[in-house]
């Protein structure tokens, strides 16, 4: 069974810091893009961060350009490291993976999706 499963979600005040981590299984992603998603209650899920299957391309959203780094630690292992946190980064982070080169910055292009992790940023 294919899964990518996130961790590493949680409460914390605006300014502090996180590193999400997603762990895929039942196949190899080697080849694949890996993106983050993040989706706030109502709205749309929207891209955070994407990465090329080699590392060679990396896109962030505007919106945590210099304060997110996203990278591939491996074949099975993507982090998003996520410091200066904002109230607005508040949201489910879903990761994906996408046979699609560059990363693509819409989720329909992803055809593997985690279960999600939660973070809540606070004032």
């Known amino acids: 069974q294919v899964q990518l499963v996130e961790s590493g979600g949680g409460l914390v005040q605006a300014g502090d810091s996180l590193t999400l981590s997603c762990v895929a299984s039942?196949?190899?992603?080697?080849?694949?893009?890996m993106g983050w998603f993040r989706q706030g209650p109502g709205t749309e899920r929207r891209f955070v961060a994407g990465?090329?299957?080699?590392?060679?391309?990396i896109y962030y959203d505007d919106s945590v350009k210099g304060r997110f780094t996203v990278s591939r630690v491996n074949a099975k292992i993507t982090s998003l490291r996520m410091n200066g946190l904002k109230i607005d980064d508040t949201g489910v982070y879903y990761c994906?993976?996408?046979?699609?080169?560059?990363?693509?910055?819409?989720?329909?292009?992803?055809?593997?999706w985690g279960q999600g992790t939660q973070v809540t940023v606070s004032s």
């Open positions: 039942g196949r190899s992603f080697e080849g694949f893009a």
């Open positions: 994906a993976a996408s046979g699609a080169d560059p990363p693509p910055t819409t989720p329909r292009w992803y055809g593997y």
């Open positions: 990465i090329s299957w080699n590392g060679g391309k």
